[in-house]
């Protein structure tokens, strides 16, 4: 009886306590968001009080700044002040050049202004996250600017160095507070979030190539699904690398190891190809012969951590894995191989393992090793991936501004110069974000038409009976914390952005306030009808579609590659690799699995030919060597696999004895893999490139 008695009290008590796990779970949930909220607060709170100090005229600007900095995460905040830095000081400069270039001619003056978003435009286009930023805000800081110094009908009014002085002041000392604010409340978690990730990067890629060694064959039919979507992850990385190099100077300095690590995984996965490529086309047998014979030649220590696919040895010990991996590369590099598809599938694991020793290298530096020794940079230079987007978005930057800008002309509108701003901002910052770009500015729209509205409650109902910084900065705290922990959370964090950044220049807070309505809504109306035109000429010239901009990286590539089979001293190995890695990043997270896997190819194929380059003169075959990649630059497959075979069976001949024979056999296993992928990927090989 006292059992059955006890029976409901158990149940309430397993109920409660789910409840109260459940109450535990949202509020650990929420913790991070809103203590997010507090330091963007915090930071506004900061740096208006900072420039309220100072008196300074446009105060608002501070906060703002510190507004639009502050990110969830600490790398990406301060990664982004220092490219917010820059660009302000270069869109500054450009609108005081512009100014002195066209003192007295408005056309000639907003002409200018236009192109100058347009350049912007195209350089964030072309670079990468905050870099991609940066060249963005210098774009519109000189709109911003403008905005200052035109008069009603767009005439300059000779104060464009005062305007860029004030300007760059007051957005510097919102970088500053927010940096202080954010580095003294968070510790970051970009580095161990990196490491984490290349480490089970790098052990499911070891264990899946120790896989195919030990399979030699009999389950390689699975593989390449699981490789192609390793290369997806592998181009993620990027932002995360970006972060990390944001949160510290040390691994900022050193970051050529943090982009070899990429390389290296991108080079692990193209040696990973071709030895599945060589043992799928191999007699059975032969392919466990061979695959056996190269497994000998790595330590069992590191064959064993190798096929674990655990990340915790690559983060306790990354050091000391390193060595394991020198030292299996040496090893192999040194056998002696009687056939060219062994001699293929030792340096292809060389390459493999090459590429795990790099990305080792990265993860010293992140876990054990803060010091670590930088690679010697390779002279290489910048690469464009593909110049269409670029240049389709700078058009509709020029097209965009102008159009407001001819706009204000003719109605002598006289908020026209804040509906260019807001029409530069919108269309310039959105332009690298491709086909999400009409989305992110309607969203930024809808974020700033909300801010509007509650800075309206704010400004008119709220702050005339506020005297006080104090009574100031908890109003701020009511709108800036809620919105702070909602721009946290990955949903719809596009609207919010704006809603947090945006509302702090539409409340205007100053040491004297002034509650001036019809000038509060004209201004509301023209920044309406700014990000609405930059929203719609993302709707009239739409970016380039996912699946054309990886069509057009893909046939670009093939382009290149056989320009190189017909022209010997155009690109250097280093060179064309820096190519392929740029093309890699580029390629948008909707590509198909098969196109990343075609541009691995044309990696590892354009690496090959340029080696077969540099060792057929030592040969003496160099006109053999250039009629067999005849076929190849001719869009046939069959007759460049058959020129590669004669080209081979001339190899063979050379003999087989003096120092030249080991040159000859890795010529050999380079023709092999050319051919391996001609088989593999035949289809794109052959594919018609125009122009």
């Known amino acids: 009886m006292p059992g059955a008695l006890d029976e409901p009290g158990r149940i309430g008590a397993r109920r409660f306590a789910t409840r109260s796990g459940t109450l535990t ?3 650990a949930a929420a913790g991070p968001p809103l203590l997010f909220g507090v330091r963007l607060w915090a930071s506004v709170c900061l740096a208006l009080y900072v420039a309220f100090w100072l008196q300074l005229d446009n105060a608002y600007w501070a906060g703002t700044s510190a507004a639009l900095v502050c990110q969830p995460f600490l790398g990406a905040s301060l990664r982004k002040g220092w490219f917010r830095m820059i660009g302000t000081l270069v869109g500054a400069v450009a609108i005081v050049t512009l100014t002195a270039c066209f003192p007295q001619e408005r056309a000639g003056f907003l002409v200018g202004l236009a ?25 519109y800081t000189a709109a911003i600017i403008a905005s200052d110094e035109l008069g009603a009908t767009g005439g300059t009014d000779g104060l464009a160095f005062t305007f860029a002085l004030a300007r760059v002041t007051e957005i510097w000392i919102g970088i500053a507070c927010a940096g202080i604010v954010l580095a003294g409340t968070d510790f970051g978690g970009a580095r161990r979030q990196l490491a984490a990730l290349l480490a089970g990067l790098s052990a499911e890629i070891a264990a899946r190539f120790s896989f195919a060694l030990t399979q030699a064959g009999s389950a390689l039919s699975k593989m390449p699904p699981v490789r192609r979507e390793h290369i997806r992850q592998v181009i993620a990385l990027d932002p995360v690398i970006d972060q990390v190099k944001g949160e510290s100077s040390i691994l900022r300095y050193h970051s050529p190891v943090l982009q070899a690590a990429v390389d290296g995984l991108f080079e692990a996965l193209a040696g990973w190809c071709a030895v599945v490529w060589r043992l799928a086309r191999l007699p059975d047998d032969t392919a466990r012969r061979e695959a056996d014979a190269v497994l000998r030649n790595i330590p069992a220590e590191l064959r064993s951590a190798l096929l674990q696919a655990d990340p915790l040895p690559w983060t306790t010990d990354p050091i000391g894995m390193r060595r394991l991996c020198d030292g299996a590369a040496r090893t192999l590099i040194a056998i002696p191989a009687g056939a060219p598809s062994l001699r293929l599938l030792a340096d292809q694991t060389v390459r493999v393992l090459t590429g795990l020793s790099d990305v080792l290298g990265g993860l010293a530096l992140l876990v054990a090793e803060p010091a670590g020794r930088t690679p010697p940079l390779r002279s290489v230079r910048p690469h464009v991936p593909d110049w269409l987007p670029a240049l389709i978005n700078a058009a509709r930057a020029f097209v965009t501004i102008g159009a407001v800008e001819l706009f204000w002309i003719m109605t002598e509108w006289p908020n026209g110069a804040v509906a260019i701003t807001w029409a530069a901002i919108s269309v310039i910052l959105f332009a690298p974000r491709a086909d999400e770009a009409y989305a992110r500015a309607v969203d930024f729209t809808i974020g700033t038409g909300l801010a509007t509205v509650c800075a309206a409650v704010v400004a008119f109902a709220i702050l005339p009976n506020v005297a006080t910084f104090a009574g100031l900065s908890i109003v701020l705290a009511l709108y800036l914390i809620p919105v702070g922990a909602l721009m946290a959370q990955p949903w719809q964090a596009t609207m919010f952005a704006p809603m947090a950044g945006n509302f702090v220049p539409l409340l205007g807070p100053a040491n004297q306030m002034s509650y001036d309505t019809v000038h509060f809504y004209n201004n ?5 009808a700014g990000c609405g035109a930059a929203a719609l000429s993302f709707r009239l010239l739409p970016p380039l579609s996912p699946a054309l901009r990886s069509r057009r990286l893909i046939a670009l590539t093939l382009r ?6 017909t022209d010997a001293g155009r690109l250097p190995g280093d060179d064309w690799e820096g190519l392929i890695y740029s093309r890699l990043e580029a390629l948008p997270d909707q590509a198909e699995p098969l196109q990343r896997a075609q541009l691995i190819a044309a990696l590892s194929v354009g690496a090959d030919i340029i080696h077969l380059r540099r060792l057929a003169p030592r040969l003496g075959l160099v006109q053999e060597l250039e009629a067999a990649l005849a076929a190849f630059a001719q869009e046939d ?18 003999g087989e004895t003096g120092p030249e024979d080991s040159v ?5 296993s380079r023709v092999l893999a050319v051919c391996d992928a001609l088989v593999r990927h035949g289809t794109y090989f052959e594919a018609r490139v125009c122009g």
């Open 25 to 27: 779970s949202a509020v």
């Open 560 to 565: 290149d590659l056989r320009r190189l089979t």
């Open 637 to 654: 497959s069959a007759a460049a696999i058959a020129g590669l075979t004669a080209f081979d069976h001339r190899l063979a001949s050379l």
């Open 115 to 139: 192109l100058w978003g347009a350049a912007c435009a195209l350089v964030a286009t072309l670079l990468r996250n905050f870099a991609a930023y940066g060249a963005a805000l210098a774009g």
């Open 524 to 528: 509301a109306l023209a920044i309406a």
């Open 664 to 668: 000859v056999l890795r010529a050999r």
